[in-house]
Structure formats: structure tokens, C-alpha cells
């Protein structure tokens, strides 16, 4: 089992461009949270997605960004337009259904960084 | 809203020593998780331990333990026999019981740096 697998590891993007955060589960896993973590913070809550559903959005910007779970293939984090304040460490986490509240299986995080 | 605080930004201690780290947090809620996560250089998020709110009994794995006092609202993790492998940061996080799946509200976390 890959564990939860997050590409590209390290993304640069200049401002006004797009970036696109892809996340695959742990196999067996349809469940997927998005966090962001700013320098010298912990990990902040994004979004909290099933297959082809987006169940809690609570915590992601109201603008440029957007996020899918489609039925196949991995979730996207999309930020369109970036800006310096984007730049951050990205982290996708997945679960089973019914077993998040066993802590979730995080992946190594994608870190950003708005040039 | 839940809040979770880690006053302590940094700590430091001999390997093979005891170390505290320190948690607290606020809450309505009377059924929640609590959960420790280690962050090394890697940036990898790995679960330590986790706690339910419901359960008296202080959680335990290994080298690592906690102290939970609910009417305190406070939630430390002790490493006994600290080793050079235990230097990351580490992340006290919450969640409300809401059904089975839920999102976690972390602490800024505390960078821990154990000593040869």
C-alpha cells in the first residue's frame, strides 16, 4: 500500500499563474481532506471532499480556489491566479468511511512557492 | 469554534531523558478526539497517539503517553526514553465527534529537539 501519494513534492509557480495540486488516497480510502500549513503555523483546515462530492468547504478562500474529488483519478487542489501570500505547504490526508475519527493518513504535502 | 494552543514553541531535551510537551484547548463540545502528530524534516505527518474524550484512561504507545484532564481541557504527551528519531515538530490536534469523519484544528505546534 503507497500510502497517500501528493505530487508534484515541490511546485513554483509565478504570480497570476495556476497551480495544481493533485492527491491520491491510500488505497480503499474515499475520503479526502486538504490543509495548508504557512511558515511557523500548524496545518489549517481547507476541505473535505468525497468521490464526486464536496461535503465541508468551510475553510477555503472564497475566491481562486477550488477543489475535486472526480470518481476516477486523484483529487486537484486548484489555485488559480496565485499570489505570494499562496505560498505554503499543501497537505492532502484520506480515510475510510467511518474511520476518520481514527486520525487520518497524510501525505508528505506539496510545498508551493509563488515567485 | 474550537482553539487549540501550544504555548511552548520549542523544547529541548538528552536522549534517552523524559520530555513533556504541553496541550490545551477549548471547547463546548463533550465528545471529541484528541490526537498527537509528529512532523520530522521530512514534512510528513505521522500519527503518534490519539485520545478519546469519553475514555478516563490516558492513552498509551510505546514510549509515548498522555496526560488527558478533561475538566482542565489539557492534553500533554510524554516521551519516555527520547531518541534521536524523536526530533520534529509536533502537532496537538482536535475533532469533534460529528459522525465518523470530521476536520482536525491543530495547535502551532512545538518544535522538540532531542539532544545526543
Known amino acids: 500500500n503507497a500510502g497517500v501519494m501528493q505530487n508534484p513534492r515541490h511546485l513554483v509557480r509565478r504570480r497570476g499563474q495556476e497551480a495544481r495540486l493533485r492527491c491520491s488516497p491510500m488505497?480503499?480510502?474515499?475520503?479526502v481532506y486538504w490543509y495548508r500549513q504557512l511558515p511557523e503555523e500548524g496545518l489549517k483546515f481547507m476541505v473535505y471532499l468525497q468521490k464526486e462530492n464536496i461535503i465541508d468547504e468551510s475553510g477555503m478562500p472564497k475566491e481562486r480556489f477550488s477543489a475535486e474529488f472526480p470518481k476516477e483519478g486523484p483529487s486537484i487542489l486548484r489555485i488559480q491566479q496565485v499570489v505570494r501570500g499562496d505560498s505554503a505547504a499543501y497537505f492532502c490526508?484520506?480515510?475510510?468511511?467511518?474511520?476518520?475519527?481514527?486520525?487520518?493518513?497524510f501525505g508528505s504535502g506539496t510545498r508551493l512557492t509563488v515567485v | 469554534a474550537q482553539t487549540v494552543t501550544q504555548s511552548q514553541p520549542e523544547m529541548s531535551v538528552q536522549e534517552a531523558e523524559t520530555v513533556t510537551l504541553s496541550c490545551t484547548y477549548d471547547?463546548?463540545?463533550?465528545?471529541?478526539?484528541l490526537f498527537w502528530y509528529k512532523q520530522p524534516p521530512s514534512r510528513q505527518m505521522i500519527l503518534v497517539i490519539r485520545q478519546e474524550a469519553y475514555k478516563q484512561q490516558n492513552a498509551t504507545e510505546n514510549r509515548f503517553s498522555v496526560n488527558f484532564q478533561k475538566a482542565a481541557k489539557s492534553f500533554s504527551l510524554k516521551i519516555s526514553d527520547s531518541q534521536l528519531g524523536d526530533t520534529a515538530m509536533y502537532f496537538c490536534?482536535?475533532?469533534?465527534?460529528?459522525?465518523?469523519?470530521?476536520?482536525?484544528?491543530f495547535g502551532k505546534g512545538i518544535t522538540l529537539s532531542v539532544r545526543p
Open positions: 490536534a482536535f475533532m469533534k465527534h460529528t459522525g465518523a469523519n470530521s476536520k482536525l484544528t
Open positions: 490526508a484520506s480515510s475510510t468511511a467511518g474511520r476518520g475519527n481514527y486520525g487520518y493518513t
Open positions: 488505497k480503499g480510502h474515499s475520503h
Open positions: 471547547t463546548s463540545e463533550n465528545n471529541y478526539y
